[in-house]
């Protein structure tokens, strides 16, 4: 049972546009949210989070929203680069807080 | 500094023959460590979580086992490989959320 879905597969946005990642998820009992960033025969590497309190959270070019009464979060990133061509990942972490459940990605290419 | 070191980066194996994957880590004590699987379409999937020196949570039943050995060592391992554990391998360690290692890719033939 999936309870984090990244519903696109894929993405392509053009250089210095606006890319939108989303995701949603089914356990309300999530209260931290995170995405990561995978490159091709790589670990993910940690992007930005956001804890349930919160409904926004900034870092540079990238922001991150959550709609907790929607159970979505998406993952803002402008103006992309061709650098952010990657997979990305959410992450919600339940209250007991010892799993962390992971959606199937979205990859992102952004086209010079 | 925290590093986490996860060795091979890659693999090719026999089916029916044995696996071990091993996952270290440096600068920290007593880390919770995991070890997820990335499979296509199902995103990442954990296999086995360990809290500290011999204490193994195995979240999916399969073909695996997981051992704990030492305070900042985890290792994946399997008496014989299956096809369907063809994959690519990632160990983590959680503080503040999760440090990946540079994963393994196993390949079963």
């Known amino acids: 049972d999936q309870q984090v879905k990244q519903n696109s597969p894929s993405l392509s946005v053009q250089e210095g546009r606006i890319s939108i990642l989303n995701c949603d998820y089914t356990?309300?009992?999530?209260?931290?949210f995170l995405w990561y960033k995978k490159y091709p025969a790589e670990g993910p590497t940690f992007l930005i989070s956001i804890s349930s309190i919160k409904d926004k959270n900034e870092d540079g070019r990238f922001t991150v929203f959550l709609n907790k009464s929607a159970k979505h979060l998406s993952l803002h990133i402008v103006p992309s680069q061709p650098g952010d061509s990657a997979v990305y990942f959410c992450a919600a972490e339940s209250d007991t807080g010892n799993q962390f459940y992971f959606g199937t990605g979205t990859s992102l290419t952004v086209i010079p | 500094s925290q590093t986490i070191h996860q060795w091979p980066a890659t693999l090719v194996q026999p089916v029916g023959s044995p696996l071990s994957l091993e996952c270290t880590v440096e600068?920290?004590?007593?880390?919770?460590l995991y070890w997820y699987r990335q499979a296509a379409g199902r995103g990442l999937q954990l296999l086995f979580y360990s809290v500290g020196i011999g204490q193994i949570s195995s979240e999916v039943p399969q073909n695996l086992s997981a051992s704990r050995p030492q305070d900042r060592q985890f290792i994946l391992s399997s008496k014989k490989l299956l096809l369907s554990d063809s994959g690519f391998y990632l160990c983590?360690?959680?503080?503040?959320?999760?440090?990946f290692g540079s994963g393994t890719r196993l390949t079963v033939v």
């Open positions: 983590a360690w959680r503080e503040n959320g999760y440090t």
């Open positions: 356990n309300s009992m999530f209260d931290y």
């Open positions: 600068g920290t004590s007593n880390p919770n």
